[in-house]
Each structure stands twice: as structure tokens, then as C-alpha cells.
Nanobody
Framework: QVQLVESGGGLVQAGGSLRLSCAAS????????MGWFRQAPAKEREFVAG??????YYTDSVKGRFTISRDNAKNTVYLQMNSLKPEDTAVYYC????????????????WGQGTQVTVSP
């Protein structure tokens, strides 16, 4: 079993920054292949960013503003979010990648409980 715990969410004004963290426990990661997703009210969960091996992926709407990184020694993945917009408001989830497309929710086998990010105009 793997436990993922997100932190770092909160309320920020448009143009501000937040850094989300996702700490993994319960299994030793030799390589922390992880992804970040988000879900806004009444919308489907969508891919935000992923770090799989040496490859990094972003959805188009966050390119140039968000940065995913990881610290294998700490089993932690981060999502640095800059220039935040009201449309970034959502619950953000981290997930452990299993196999398949990095962009698909079905490719991830473990999920955190989510952390709320709210961006005010």
C-alpha cells in the first residue's frame, strides 16, 4: 500500500504563487513517478503535470507557469504554481503513476486526498 498526502493549498490572489507538496509513504520508491491532477466543481478530474522517469509533462494551460519536481530522498513531489489564475481554482490531487499514458487518470494507481487551491480575482 502507498499513502500520498498533499499539502500547501490555500487561498491566493490572482498572480500569486503556491507550492504544493505530496509526500509518499508505505512503499520505498526507487523512482517517484508521480502526477498532479485537479478537479473543479462540476468538472472532471484533469491532468496538470507529471514526472515519469526523466520526462516531464504539462497540460497546455499551465505550461510556463507551473513546475513539477521531486526529491527522491524525501519521497516527495512538488508542484510550484506561479502566476495563478482564477481558473486554476480546484482541488489538486497527487497520484502515483502505474503504467500507460501520463495524461490519463487510469494510469495512476494511488491517490492522495486532495488539497484545495482557491485563486481570487
Amino acid at each position: 500500500q502507498v499513502q500520498l498526502v498533499e499539502s500547501g493549498g490555500g487561498l491566493v490572489q490572482a498572480g500569486g504563487s503556491l507550492r504544493l507538496s505530496c509526500a509518499a509513504s508505505g512503499r520505498t520508491f526507487s523512482r517517484s513517478d508521480m502526477g498532479w491532477f485537479r478537479q473543479a466543481p462540476a468538472k472532471e478530474r484533469e491532468f496538470v503535470a507529471g514526472i515519469i522517469g526523466s520526462s516531464i509533462y504539462y497540460t497546455d494551460s499551465v505550461k510556463g507557469r507551473f513546475t513539477i519536481s521531486r526529491d527522491n530522498a524525501k519521497n516527495t513531489v512538488y508542484l510550484q504554481m506561479n502566476s495563478l489564475k482564477p481558473e486554476d481554482t480546484a482541488v489538486y490531487y497527487c497520484a502515483a503513476f502505474s503504467y500507460g499514458s501520463p495524461y490519463s487518470v487510469n494510469s495512476y494507481s494511488y491517490w492522495g486526498q486532495g488539497t484545495q487551491v482557491t485563486v481570487s480575482p
